[in-house]
């Protein structure tokens, strides 16, 4: 795993989101400068994936209209580079674990992150949420690091970029429909047939699951 570039304030201010009312909450993360990078935890307040990787990012109303006002983002799972969680739910009986998809359902073309895994397993009556804090932004390098938190006190995103983004998302929204739908319905079908193959196959974190699968090369991983 490639080093995060952040500062001691950075998880100061993100340990204190919500004055600790959440089960879990994480910053957002960058690669490439300004755009977003870790989609394959992250899921919005309606369990969708990123539309585009730049600002606003989100298909959710709820969840995009926070992160425009600057405010502590409500999503149903995140990982983001840097995460901070309740403790209680790793000591519970039995203690709440990382897990990955089932090798049989993998068998499907079908993959999911254990960082998104991990927040739909956690299931509380009295959940304080999982939420984003748009304030705190790291990076994977000290360029994307820059770029997303102005060493001159600059704003970002900055007016330009605003009007872009929310253009680009909109028309995200618009003309990314049918493959979202398609790509839903393909995740779906092939759970379904998982689930019918043998008593007692579920997968409760469907909305983790993408058309993917993960597979090892001579520099890492990558989705195919």
């Not at 400068?33 to 109303?61: C, E, H, N, V």
């Not at 379904?192 to 909305?207: I, Q, T, Y």
């Amino acid at each position: 795993m490639r080093a995060k570039h952040f500062q001691t304030e950075d998880i100061v201010t993100l340990l204190a989101t919500r004055q600790g009312h959440y089960d879990a909450v994480c910053s957002l993360d960058f690669s490439v400068p300004k755009i977003y990078y870790d989609t394959f935890a992250l899921r919005d307040s309606l369990g969708m994936k990123a539309l585009p990787q730049t600002w606003p990012y989100f298909l959710s109303s709820e969840s995009r209209h926070a992160l425009m006002a600057n405010q502590p983002v409500p999503v149903q799972s995140c990982w983001n580079g840097a995460v901070a969680f309740k403790a209680e739910p790793f000591y519970a009986s039995p203690p709440l674990r990382f897990r990955g998809v089932s090798d049989s359902l993998a068998k499907y073309h079908l993959e999911g992150s254990e960082c998104c895994f991990i927040h739909t397993d956690h299931q509380r009556l009295e959940s304080q949420g999982v939420w984003v804090n748009p304030n705190v932004r790291v990076g994977y390098n000290q360029t994307a690091y820059d770029a997303v938190n102005p060493p001159d006190g600059g704003r970002w995103p900055t007016a330009s970029e605003r009007v872009s983004g929310v253009w680009q998302n909109r028309l995200g929204r618009w003309f990314g429909w049918p493959r979202r739908v398609l790509e839903r319905m393909q995740v779906r079908s092939r759970v379904r047939m998982w689930e019918a193959e043998k008593e007692g196959n579920h997968e409760k974190g469907v909305n983790c699951l993408i058309n993917e699968m993960q597979v090892l090369f001579e520099s890492g991983w990558m989705h195919v």
